[in-house]
């Protein structure tokens, strides 16, 4: 059964993907990392991607961006569909669609200096060596590096942050309509964390732009996006508004995503896990609901029926037979023997 999701206006929605499937070939076994997901972005939106390592968000960022195209399903932009478009086409509506990567030092080119780091889709797209020089200087200016001081530095010269704030300007200095954000802040300190995300905020205000943002972290991601989609083993199997996903999770996994978030009180009491067993091999996923292994709540149904994401009201979706009903704080209430 297959999962589809009703876009949201076309006037509206910039990125629009629908079915989308992913498979990659592991030591003679076939490896589903997407498996039949649809989402939109509207013009101005961000969408963060939330899950556990392996679930398929960065793969799914990735084949958004055709890196490399996805084995099946439809990926639209700005109207246009761009899975299976000509080359030379796509080059130029890749220049709307930029991507920052996880690992901000291992991004870069460690032989290139920061000025020609940030200019080298300019170059590419043949803009004039007097524009390259003001716009790169300009972007450098807006998140915060001087180019007197950086300009000529090569990344192992500059701190993680730093590397950041290039990898940013590279991606902005094409003036995209779609970032794509894998794990931006996973591997800064917590300060820098808060830095750049502001800085990405700042840059979405500025310059209109639609986001899927990848993280793992719920707290970011709550913080940062407009709606959230749950991933689990290559499916959605949460999609709603930050507040609504964050406040009152209606699937079992989005809870115990949720529960795990350590809370910023050293008396708080803990809540009893919510999941049980191993993550499953996504080689050979379970049937029905593939969290049906770990979900505390699993009947029969759950193996024989693969759950399609559906409203449970308010726009949000959730891919669940037995959905849940409270929001997190009162579950750990009751956890703790308070009201529910």
């Known amino acids: 059964m297959t999962t589809t999701v009703e876009p949201v206006d076309q006037d509206e929605a910039l990125l629009s993907v629908q079915h989308l499937v992913q498979r990659f070939r592991v030591k003679g ?3 589903e990392a997407v498996s039949d997901i649809s989402f939109d972005v509207a013009r101005g939106e961000v969408v963060g991607l939330v899950g556990e390592s392996g679930c398929g968000k960065s793969s799914t960022g990735r084949a958004i961006l055709q890196l490399p ?3 099946a399903g439809s990926v639209r932009f700005a109207g246009t569909e761009i899975t299976g478009m000509p080359r030379q086409e796509f080059r130029k509506v890749r220049l709307r669609m930029q991507m920052i990567f996880q690992d901000p ?12 780091l940030v200019g080298e889709g300019l170059v590419i797209s043949g803009v004039k060596r007097e524009t390259i020089k003001r716009r790169v200087e300009e972007m450098l200016d ?5 180019i007197e001081v950086v300009g000529d530095r090569r990344p192992h010269e500059l701190s993680g942050g730093q590397c950041q704030r290039v990898a940013i300007a590279r991606a902005l200095v094409l003036r995209p309509q779609l970032i794509v954000c894998d794990e931006p802040v996973a591997s800064l300190d917590v ?11 700042d840059m979405r ?9 990848i993280s793992h972290d719920l707290s970011v991601v709550h913080n940062i996006s407009d709606r959230i989609a749950v991933m689990y083993l290559g499916k959605i199997v949460e999609l709603g508004g930050s507040n609504a996903v964050t406040r009152r999770p209606a699937h079992p996994y989005s809870r115990a995503l949720l529960q795990a978030v350590p809370v910023a009180d050293p008396d708080a009491p803990l809540a009893p896990s919510q999941l049980k067993g191993e993550i499953p091999s996504p080689i050979s996923p379970p049937s029905g609901c593939r969290f049906r292994t770990r979900c505390l709540q699993a009947q029969s149904r759950c ?15 959730v891919a669940c037979h037995f959905p849940l009903h409270g929001d997190v704080a009162k579950s750990r209430g009751d956890a703790a023997g308070g009201e529910a």
């Open 29 to 31: 076994a076939t490896l």
């Open 142 to 146: 807006l998140v915060g590096l001087d």
């Open 105 to 116: 030092v291992s991004a870069l080119n460690p032989r290139r200096r920061v000025r020609d």
């Open 205 to 213: 205000a500025r310059f209109g732009l639609s986001v899927v943002f």
């Open 69 to 71: 195209p996805p084995t």
């Open 191 to 201: 300060s820098i964390q808060g830095q750049v995300l502001n800085l990405l905020e």
């Open 303 to 317: 193996a024989d029926e693969v759950p399609v994401l559906r409203d449970i009201g308010g726009g949000q979706l």
